[in-house]
């Protein structure tokens, strides 16, 4: 997959994530970023902000990094990926998620793992999703 970040802070991780992941935004310096019309897919996860541990997760990271914070994720297309087409960790916040395109991803085609509260700060406006972990994920 090929993918275009502008802004500052990205991690370019794929050599240590075995090429899983196509776009990660992780760490404390991972903020203020706008991903624009990306496309990602066939990967572990399409688009992912924030990252926990674990054997599901980022598991090349530890312990965790951090999220991601005030981010825009627009017109990108994440299909057909093994598990999440755009994926926002519990440690995310404060990020913008807009007319973004996913199906066919394995768990969910926008996630968003704030438990707490929905979504968190989180906002989700006018994407196309084929499967959702919440409703305020649309």
Known sequence: AHGRA???GPRDLADEARNAYSIILIGPDSRNNTLRSNTSNGNQD???LGCSGGP??????????GGALLNVLIG???NNNK??????SDNTAQNR???????????????????????GTNVWLGNTFGTVNQPCVH
């Open 6 to 8: 502008v802004g500052p």
């Open 46 to 48: 399409g688009i992912s």
């Open 56 to 65: 599901a997760g980022c598991n090349f990271v530890s312990p965790e990094v």
């Open 76 to 78: 990108n297309t994440a």
């Open 83 to 88: 598990r999440f087409g755009i994926d926002l």
């Open 97 to 119: 998620v807009e007319t973004n395109v996913a199906s066919g991803n394995g768990v969910f085609d926008g996630h968003d793992d704030q438990g707490q509260f929905p979504c």
